[in-house]
């Protein structure tokens, strides 16, 4: 089964890609805002930031960091902000400084935050106001010597940075007080550091760029360390793919993924940066009145986002207003789109969603949908550029085409290791390069991946393998239904029998109604026994539904 997907590769993708010009990422976004300097790079709550003001910023903030609090190559440095227009000056600032960023989940409990900092020995940080009031509780316990903070308004200019900040302070009462004597501003830091010289530092592919840490879902987080190779070439594989639609220097995102996710991360920030393209920041997603109202104001011509956000959008009665005729691409990630969802997309913006798949540890991208109107809906599509790709059964054998095995990958972005973690990294990379996923899945004559559903989120129904996606497939097609997640539960006679979560779009829905759709849709084993209604469900900060929330106490934290 080699490599049979190239039969389907879409005219001008190249099988393979080149890293010959390319050190590090700093080589690259270096030139890039050179190139573009006129151009607009970001834009977030009504103020632009422009490649020239990136290049001049983030390289005051590189000097600061090595000239005054005397940070070396390979230090590591978290970032924890959402999406302001610090992220990016902190981000390029710290890269063309040598340094290893440390992306943090602003949402993070005390706990949380204490092992990601402790486990990556973070020197120092650069986090909103907003959150340094849970900083203050663990500090003492960590090895971070400087503490950067910033607030939201920041860098909207005055004096819309100061009304900002006062009405987020004072009027919604969003900063807890905190008392950090030798917190530093960031504004300081950029104003120190303009004009200075930025000594140069040397760095090769294969040094670590980032530590990127999991969600933890299978027991303590671990840091997957990306080098300066593996996120280069997803860049590369990035732009390969996508280019035939789109313009370099021309091109309008919508990037309401928060940029510490990875797919935020790698694609919308460094791929569309290196795009020279204009990226629009938006800073509470959930909010979706305001996000639809940065719809209207911008003629935006690619829009990331996963399955819960773009259902969301299209249940606000003020989407239907949005102008959607600049829009060429829809890119999804982080979790299965529905079917239904998808096509519905389709329906009212008049373009498709090309799903994606990834793993934090893949840098992440590794199968996406072609652009050109060939994808596959219910697939995750091909293998990027210089990407290979295989099914295996538990023993590491290949499966024959059409069963289903777990996707082991091999590739440019597979991760150098988890970060300090040797046995964590043996049981994912084997020694010839592979990475062994935990996702089952199954590929078509055509070469078309389809994920059935994680390992581990499999249910055992009489010993029938039961899927939750494609239960929640079928349960979502119903116009009363709003969101739905299926988990196994215990039972005495099968051993698990399928349960679904739904919240209602329509009051009127019944449980009954539910189980006769099931039944009409859904072999005996798949359909649900339990239904419960909720109001909303677990969801992940990037609205990804959270499974393991939903199972029994016992299960959830095993």
């Known amino acids: 089964m080699e490599r049979i997907w190239q039969k389907s590769y879409p005219a001008g993708v190249d099988l393979e890609i080149d890293l010959k010009n390319f050190k590090n990422i700093k080589q690259l976004v270096e030139e890039k805002m050179k190139v573009y300097a006129g151009k607009e790079a970001f834009h977030c709550m009504g103020k632009d930031l422009s490649f020239s003001d990136l290049d001049t910023r983030s390289k005051a903030f590189a000097c600061y960091l090595t000239e005054n609090l005397g940070l070396k190559k390979g230090d590591r440095i978290a970032i924890q902000m959402p999406n302001v227009l610090q992220f990016p000056i902190a981000l390029f600032g710290a890269v063309r400084a040598g340094l290893v960023v440390v992306n943090t989940n602003p949402l993070y409990t005390e706990r949380e935050m204490e092992h990601q900092f402790k486990d990556a020995g973070v020197k120092a940080i650069v986090i909103l106001a907003n959150f340094a009031d849970k900083l203050e509780k663990i500090l003492p316990k960590t090895s971070i010597k400087h503490v950067i903070v910033t607030e939201l308004g920041d860098q909207l200019g005055f004096p819309k940075s100061l009304i900002v900040n006062k009405v987020v302070k004072h009027l919604k009462k969003m900063v807890p007080s905190f008392h950090l004597p030798q917190a530093i501003d960031f504004n300081h830091c950029i104003k120190w550091g303009r004009g200075k010289r930025l000594r140069p530092v040397e760095m090769e592919l294969d040094d670590t760029a980032i530590l990127q840490y999991t969600g933890g879902t299978t027991g303590v987080a671990k840091g997957a360390e990306l080098t300066h190779r593996n996120l280069l070439s997803n860049m590369m594989q990035i732009r390969c793919w996508m280019r035939s639609a789109l313009k370099e220097g021309e091109e309008v995102i919508l990037t309401p993924l928060p940029l510490y996710h990875v797919f935020s991360f790698t694609v919308n920030l460094l791929a569309f940066t290196y795009l020279g393209c204009k990226n629009v920041l938006i800073t509470n997603p959930r909010d979706i009145p305001g996000f639809i109202k940065e719809m209207k104001a911008h003629k935006f011509t690619v829009m990331t986002g996963l399955n819960t956000l773009f259902n969301a959008l299209m249940n606000h009665p003020e989407f239907s207003s949005v102008d959607f005729s600049s829009l060429k691409i829809s890119v999804a990630g982080g979790m299965a789109m529905q079917k239904a969802v998808m096509e519905r997309w389709l329906e009212k913006t008049g373009t498709h969603i090309a799903e994606g798949y990834g793993l934090t540890e893949t840098s992440p991208v590794l199968c996406c949908n072609p652009i050109d109107g060939t994808e596959k809906v219910g697939s995750i599509g091909l293998p990027l550029p210089s990407t290979d790709i295989k099914i295996c059964d538990d023993d590491g054998n290949e499966v024959a085409m059409g069963e289903a095995g777990e996707l082991w990958a091999k590739g440019p972005q597979i ?133 393991k929330e939903l199972r029994p106490k016992k299960e959830a934290s095993a």
């Open 415 to 547: 991760m150098k290791a988890y970060w300090n973690r040797p046995d964590e990294t043996e049981k994912i990379l084997t020694k010839d390069g592979w990475l062994k996923t935990g996702d089952v899945a199954m590929v078509d004559e055509e070469g078309y991946f389809k994920i059935v559903d994680r390992k581990k989120d499999m249910i055992l129904v009489s010993g029938f393998n039961v899927y939750p996606n494609e239960v929640e497939d079928v349960v979502v097609k119903m116009e009363k239904v709003l969101e739905v997640a299926a988990i196994g539960v215990p039972d005495e006679r099968s051993g698990e029998v399928v349960k679904v979560f739904v919240v209602k779009k329509d009051d009127s829905l019944s449980a009954e109604e539910i189980l006769n759709f099931c039944k009409e849709n859904l072999t005996g084993y798949k359909r649900p026994k339990f239904v419960e209604f909720r109001d909303e469900l677990p969801k992940s900060n990037v609205g990804k539904i959270l499974r």
